[in-house]
Each structure stands twice: as structure tokens, then as C-alpha cells.
Nanobody, 120 residues
Framework: QVQLVESGGGSVQAGESLRLSCAASGYTFSGRCAKWFRQAPGKEREEVASIDSDGVARYVDSVKGRCTISQDSAKNTLHLKMNSLKPEDSATYYC??????????????WGKGTLVTISP
């Protein structure tokens, strides 16, 4: 059974930073596509960042230059470093993992999310 568990969320002031983590069991991030999504109340789920098996990362325009997605093979953990946080970044952040090397298909596994709240 695959399990993804997010951590690192919390409440911080605008301009501060957070580092989200996603630990996997029964699954190996290495060689596969993984993504971070977020969903704020009243809004649709949004893809924030993705990373493929070659380490190629992509980001939604609103976080470019402020966020970095990475994968730690040794710890089998996915990370999302977020800097210069803004109130509009407030959302529940979800880790998602695929079964293929590319990020052109849907995700197969999802975590339950970690809440990020940014105050003005």
C-alpha cells in the first residue's frame, strides 16, 4: 500500500518561508513524476509544482521565483521550499505521485494535505 504524508505546514507572516515535506512509504519517488497541489477554500485544486524523473521542475506562474520543488532520493522524500510567502499562498497543500517518469498524466497517489496559513 502506498502512503504519502505531508508535513511542514503552519501559520507564518507574509514574507516568511516554509519547507513542506512529503514522506512516502510503499512508493519510490526516484524515477517518477511527483507534484505539489494546493487548494484554498472556495477555489479549485491548483497544481503548484512538478518534478519529473530527470529532475526537471515546473511551477505555476504565481510561485515562480519563490518556490523550489526537490526530491531527496536517500530519504525518499519530496519537498517544496516556499519563500516570500503571500496571503494568497494560504491553502492546504497536497503531495501527489505518479507511476510514470513524465508529468503528462494524472497522479495515482495523494496525501491528505498540510495546511499553510499566511497572515498579512
Amino acid at each position: 500500500q502506498v502512503q504519502l504524508v505531508e508535513s511542514g505546514g503552519g501559520s507564518v507572516q507574509a514574507g516568511e518561508s516554509l519547507r513542506l515535506s512529503c514522506a512516502a512509504s510503499g512508493y519510490t519517488f526516484s524515477g517518477r513524476c511527483a507534484k505539489w497541489f494546493r487548494q484554498a477554500p472556495g477555489k479549485e485544486r491548483e497544481e503548484v509544482a512538478s518534478i519529473d524523473s530527470d529532475g526537471v521542475a515546473r511551477y505555476v506562474d504565481s510561485v515562480k521565483g519563490r518556490c523550489t520543488i526537490s526530491q531527496d532520493s536517500a530519504k525518499n522524500t519530496l519537498h517544496l521550499k516556499m519563500n516570500s510567502l503571500k496571503p494568497e499562498d494560504s491553502a492546504t497543500y497536497y503531495c501527489a505521485a505518479g507511476i510514470l517518469t513524465r508529468c503528462v498524466y494524472g497522479m495515482s497517489y495523494w496525501g491528505k494535505g498540510t495546511l499553510v496559513t499566511i497572515s498579512p
